[in-house]
């Protein structure tokens, strides 16, 4: 029983590592219908741009902190303006396409100028643990699970109580006839983009002090969509379950099986999470069932 609650309590944890990534698909695509698939390299850069901002400009954390949340700000929001916002009207389709462009654009510049090298951060959480369960978890997982659900709440709070969040979820619901209600669409579109960019960035950063920051990072963002996609494109609620359990189906998996099979299980278990979902409940755990009156 100590050897799976071992495995279960730090995959719980660390899986909110997804649901952070997965707030920030579901934030574009509340308000674009969009899929976002550079939500990873976002994810990275929140990590590189606090290690520039405080171990190569030698700014204190109290202040090379909120400088990379600014700085994510306007790489987000500059995204949306010269990439996102021309293709307005254009399919779908191409628009995700265009995300992946940039996803791979930006994972080669942040190698061009970083290298693939790891690199290590100051922490800033104190070092320990916790014990729970009779399990000892380190100190950095908590902060990051109490950190995660902080964000969620605030994103439940803005999504649900907030003029512009209402006209975000109005926007991607019909786009025509929110604008006909005097709703902006540029305006909340970029607003989803900096939200979104910051909330994944802050995600990076927190596990940067764990792993240290490498371009390796990025690559949860793909598994973070099999969480979206399991727990509901829309549903914030849904990635804050799936991301956590699908942490610890991980966790767990790789703890039993590994020593069996050499290795390699964690990279698999999302993807076949995802696939339960899709074939017997395809709008995920909590994802809107569209009903069509004819």
Not at 13 to 22: A, H, R
């Amino acid at each position: 029983m100590d050897q799976f609650l071992g495995y279960l309590i730090p995959g719980l944890m660390l899986g909110t590592v997804y649901t952070v990534i997965s707030l920030g698909f579901i934030t574009i695509y509340r308000t674009t219908q969009v899929l976002n698939m550079a939500q990873g390299e976002y994810f990275l850069l929140g990590a590189y741009a606090v290690y520039l901002m405080t171990a190569q400009a030698n700014t204190p954390f109290w202040l090379g902190i909120p400088l990379a949340i600014v700085l994510l700000a306007l790489l987000g929001g500059s995204t949306e303006r010269f990439t996102l916002r021309p293709m307005v009207g254009q399919p779908i389709f191409g628009i995700i396409l265009m995300t992946l462009g940039i996803s791979i654009l930006l994972r080669g510049v942040m190698v061009l100028i970083w290298s693939d090298a790891v690199r290590p951060l100051p922490a800033i959480f104190s070092a320990g643990g916790i014990d729970i369960l009779g399990i000892t978890v380190p100190t950095q997982y908590v902060w990051f699970s109490v950190i995660s659900i902080l964000i969620f709440l605030c994103l439940v709070y803005f999504f649900n109580r907030t003029k512009t969040g209402l006209m975000m979820t109005a926007a991607a619901d019909d786009i025509q006839v929110a604008q006909s209600c005097g709703v902006s669409v540029n305006t909340i579109t970029a607003a989803a983009w900096v939200i979104a960019s910051v909330v994944t960035g802050i995600g990076g950063f927190l596990l940067c002090t764990i792993t240290g920051v490498t371009p390796e990072m990025g690559a949860l963002g793909l598994r973070s969509i099999a969480v979206v996609l399991a727990g509901g494109m829309e549903s914030l609620a849904g990635a804050m379950i799936m991301g956590p359990l699908v942490g610890a189906i991980e966790f767990v998996a790789a703890g039993y099986l590994d020593p069996y099979v050499g290795g390699g299980i964690k990279e698999v278990v999302a993807f076949a999470v995802l696939i339960v979902f899709l074939l017997f409940r395809p709008q995920g755990l909590f994802g809107w069932k569209i009903i069509e009156r004819i």
